[in-house]
């Protein structure tokens, strides 16, 4: 029989259990995928931040539970219900007391800025926001998930949506050491937004297939960006970078941009 070492932390476990869970959910947007991509950025900017192994591994295991509970909507405070899904599911499989509670003190306070007390403390909020809420990849995601979410009736929501988001998370609101990451990422966003409201080929071509396939649930996200076909130049750049953040080719790049 394996006996598995009293510190050690199940994380192929509950990764496995989160992957199964999330097999039939109301969200693409929201399914395994995003919550791997968030496990990966929140892991990776804990390293960044001189935070030890064993703090990376929790990072991880919080980005994975980030959104275990996540409606198609955003009336409901999804990390709050899913800190405390969490820890029921932490418990399950004998995680410590203590790296519970640090698990879900950084799954409850991924939605907004905090004073934030350690890098694991922070690490879901930065991945969310800045990696899986900024970037070329946004422009894909939002539409879709503009489509999908129960708050947002028709195409043209996807307007709103991004002026929202860009008023809510500006660069200023992140550490100054990530500043110039924040910006790089907003810019992307804020370039997309400002082509779709002059309705320019390019961006409405993005968000139109992005928004079809939300409606009509046909593929996951990473497929959809995949399976895209683009029609200028200016898409084909957002879909590479995008497609190369997708398969984690952008961090060698994004920590060049960290200054701590």
Not at 124 to 131: G, R
Not at 213 to 223: L, V
Request: glycine share 4%; net charge positive; charged share 35%.
């Amino acid at each position: 029989m394996n006996i598995r070492p009293a510190l050690a932390i199940p994380t192929k476990e509950i990764e496995e259990y989160v992957k199964n869970k999330t097999t039939k959910i109301e969200l693409a947007t929201h399914d395994f995928y995003h919550l791997k991509l968030t496990a990966i950025g929140a892991r990776w900017f804990v390293k960044v931040l001189g935070g030890d192994k064993r703090e990376q591994e929790l990072a991880y295991i919080a980005g994975l539970l980030h959104d275990i509970v996540r409606p198609s909507t955003e009336k409901l405070d999804h990390a709050k219900e899913s800190s405390r899904a969490s820890e029921k599911i932490l418990l399950s499989f004998n995680v410590k007391k203590e790296d519970i509670k640090k698990i879900c003190e950084a799954i409850g306070s991924h939605r907004a800025k905090h004073p934030w007390k350690t890098p694991l403390h922070q690490s879901v909020f930065l991945a969310d926001k800045i990696l899986e809420q900024m970037g070329a990849y946004i422009a894909f995601r939002r539409s879709m998930y503009v489509a999908e979410c129960k708050d947002y009736n028709k195409f043209e929501d996807i307007e709103t949506h991004f002026e929202t988001r860009i008023k809510k998370f500006a660069p200023d609101e992140f550490p100054e050491h990530f500043s110039k990451l924040a910006k790089t990422q907003f810019e992307w966003s804020v370039k997309f937004s400002g082509a779709f409201r002059k309705k320019e080929a390019w961006a409405l071509s993005i968000a139109k297939e992005l928004y079809n396939n939300g409606k009509m649930h046909a593929k996951s996200i990473e497929k959809a960006v995949e399976d895209y076909k683009p029609i200028s130049e200016e898409d084909r750049k957002y879909k590479q970078e995008a497609l190369d953040y997708i398969n984690g080719k952008k961090f060698i790049e994004f920590e060049t941009m960290v200054k701590i």
